[in-house]
């Protein structure tokens, strides 16, 4: 049984990463999700304009729980940008959000 907690319409967090080239990148990507005991559903990866373009989806997580993950993964120093989508709701880092209020 799904938690309530879960993205109700959709209870899949698709996450998009953009990162540096590097044979750990991957590894320590699917790390997080390791640490919490999860496989997964997709891995998707490819190099594009000297850039490692990388999509997962996991199934299972909050929107909290996703955000965690999220944030954890921008503060990896081969990751440039995570863009995360929870059914039809996308997150904004914290950076983003504080100048989007600041406009």
């Known amino acids: 049984m799904k938690s309530p907690e879960s993205c109700a319409s959709a209870p899949v967090s698709h996450f ?5 080239p590097d044979p750990q990148t991957l590894a320590r990507l ?3 999700f ?6 997964p559903r997709m891995v998707e990866a490819r190099e594009a304009d000297g850039m490692m373009l ?3 989806e ?6 909290h729980e996703a955000g965690i993950v999220a944030d954890k993964m921008r503060n990896n120093w081969l990751v440039e940008q ?4 929870c059914g039809n709701v996308h997150q ?3 950076s983003e959000s504080a100048v989007a209020r600041a406009a």
């Not at 996991?58 to 929107?63: D, I, K, R, V, W």
């Open 58 to 63: 996991q199934e299972g997580l909050s929107a």
């Open 34 to 39: 390791a640490q919490r005991a999860l496989i």
């Open 82 to 85: 995570v863009g995360l989508r």
């Open 30 to 32: 699917i790390n997080y």
């Open 54 to 56: 990388v999509r997962i």
């Open 16 to 20: 998009d990463i953009v990162a540096r």
């Open 92 to 94: 904004l880092s914290l």
